[in-house]
């Protein structure tokens, strides 16, 4: 069954290093999109892609946030200056539709994590 | 905001017993509901869904109930099983986009 895939499944980095988390989204998927899960808390969305833009983004996705679509496989989220508040679960999801497509409703399709900490 | 509450941070249950989870939320332009079912060390899996506009929808041992009314969604696990012991999230999404808002999520812990 096909699934999404992230990595590395942990990066530990200092305050002020720029990370990038890998994604590769399940392939004929349209719909890209990053949640985090800060340790306790609830799933948060970031933002979401689609045809090589942004369709949507959450307060927390600020100047210090920005994804990629590289090439045709992976979906990239980069953290340029981390703070010790972005220490995190991040969760890569995709779909094949548009969530509210016609008449057919589509859920998100989620990969296993990439736990940050930052230190 | 709590756009998305599950006010039950845990629950157990007997094995073969039904488990029911509770969620509510308070945007009234959510329209399609979900739940997610979480492993240790694993990405949400989707479980079941409902849309707006239906009350019921059934898959197996699982079956979501909306009450639009309310504002209120439950989720029902008849038999439980062991292999169910997980976290379970409602998620909702509105009309105006893609993004889904989640609870904090019921830890379900199925006694053997």
């Known amino acids: 069954e096909p699934e999404v895939t992230q990595t590395p499944s942990h990066q530990v980095t200092q305050m002020g290093q720029e990370v990038i988390l890998r994604c590769v989204p399940i392939s004929n998927h349209l719909y890209f999109y990053w949640y985090r899960q800060i340790l306790g808390q609830k799933v948060e969305f970031l933002v979401s892609?689609?045809?090589?833009?942004?369709?949507?983004k959450s307060e927390i996705f600020d100047d210090q946030f920005s994804v990629e679509r590289p090439d045709g496989s992976n979906f990239t989220l980069k953290i340029r200056s981390t703070k010790l508040e972005d220490s995190a679960m991040y969760f890569c999801?995709?779909?094949?539709?548009?969530?509210?497509?016609?008449?057919?409703?589509?859920?998100?399709?989620f990969g296993p994590g990439t736990r940050l900490t930052v230190l | 905001d709590q756009q998305v509450k599950q006010n039950s941070p845990s629950l157990s249950v007997q094995e073969g017993r039904i488990s029911i989870l509770n969620c509510d939320y308070t945007n009234s332009m959510f329209d399609y509901f979900l739940w997610y079912k979480k492993y240790p060390a694993e990405g949400p899996t989707f479980l079941i869904s409902i849309s707006s506009i239906k009350d019921k929808n059934e898959d197996g041992r699982f079956t979501v109930f909306l009450n639009k009314s309310a504002k209120h969604l439950s989720l029902h696990i008849v038999p439980s099983q062991p292999g169910d012991s997980a976290v379970y999230f409602c998620?909702?999404?509105?009309?105006?986009?893609?993004?889904?808002?989640f609870g904090t999520g019921t830890s379900l812990t199925v006694i053997p």
């Open positions: 892609f689609y045809n090589n833009e942004i369709s949507e």
């Open positions: 998620a909702a999404s509105a009309n105006t986009g893609n993004q889904f808002y």
């Open positions: 999801a995709s779909s094949d539709r548009d969530t509210h497509f016609v008449a057919r409703y589509n859920e998100q399709f």
